[in-house]
């Protein structure tokens, strides 16, 4: 059963005969006749009674024309929301963002996305990036920022490669130099992030390889937070320059990193081999269109 049959009986019944079908179907007649009889053969049934130039519907086609009209309405549904998917008039995506730095990274970006596609709606989850690899891979999330690594369940697009810098307290020994090796902070206390946080194994990573194992102050996953426990004297913190930068406060000394070369490289992941919806696509463009200044 075709929709091309279905349209031709719908046509011909609300026309009142073959001829007038025929012309709004811009076909001849005898396609019309034709396509009417083999949707009867496809279902076994008559659907109409011809009377000279009159027709009049069996019990049977009155039931499928009721049927026929609902399947051609729905089929218009389909279509038009098919194309309004193409055309970003309508869809969700089912975002995840690093929960830190998302107000220095994102929220431009967010608010761009939402202005050109008001009608898509965003489902947004924040997370450290173990979290949000995790509910990518069970699909709970199309999309999501995560530190770049090397993984084969996942396809990545770049989006930022920022170096760490250092918090200190405003009193600390080496709060007035300009730069610092991490070796020289073995004596202060860390601040350290979330176990959801892969920057954490990381950093913990770069202390072992420079001789120490840092002495933990805290854990939190919070930007502000942990600059305020800077700024209070409980230790040190290496944050993304884009984030470091916007934490200066009093009590809180900027340093750069000048060894090892640490860095917070975010790309957006995605299952290997997914199908990606419209408005997942559109927001990988917007992040190539405006990368991070």
Not at 20 to 39: M, Y
Not at 95 to 116: N, Q
């Amino acid at each position: 059963m075709e929709f091309k049959q279905l349209r031709s009986f719908v046509e011909v019944v609300h026309q009142g005969g073959f001829t007038q079908a025929a012309k709004v179907l811009h076909a001849s007649q005898s396609a019309v006749s034709k396509q009417v009889a083999q949707l009867e053969q496809r279902l076994g049934v008559q659907l109409l009674e011809r009377l000279g130039p009159h027709i009049r519907l069996t019990d049977a086609g009155a039931l499928v024309l009721r049927r026929a009209e609902e399947m051609l309405r729905l089929h218009r549904d389909l279509l038009n929301e098919l194309d309004d998917l193409g055309q970003l008039a309508r869809g969700e995506l089912r975002l995840g963002l690093p929960l830190l730095g998302s107000d220095a990274l994102f929220a431009r970006l967010f608010a761009e996305y939402r202005r050109r596609y008001p009608n898509i709606v965003v489902h947004l989850q924040e997370g450290g990036s173990l979290s949000i690899e995790q509910l990518v891979l069970t699909g709970e999330l199309e999309l999501g920022g995560s530190l770049t690594r090397s993984d084969p369940a996942f396809e990545t697009q770049p989006f930022c490669n920022e170096p760490m810098e250092v918090l200190l307290p405003a009193d600390h020994p080496l709060a007035g130099q300009a730069d610092v090796a991490l070796a020289e902070l073995a004596d202060t206390p860390f601040l350290l992030y979330q176990q959801s946080f892969i920057l954490n194994d990381r950093l913990l990573s770069a202390c072992r390889e420079a001789g120490f194992t840092p002495r933990e102050a805290g854990r939190s996953g919070q930007a502000d937070f942990l600059a305020a426990l800077v700024a209070a004297g409980q230790g040190v913190v290496l944050l993304p320059r884009v984030v470091a930068r916007g934490l200066q406060r009093p009590g809180v000394a900027l340093l750069k990193l000048r060894e090892p070369d640490l860095r917070w490289d975010i790309a957006f992941i995605w299952r290997s081999g997914a199908y990606l919806s419209r408005a997942a696509q559109a927001w990988l463009a917007l992040l190539r269109e405006k990368p991070l200044l």
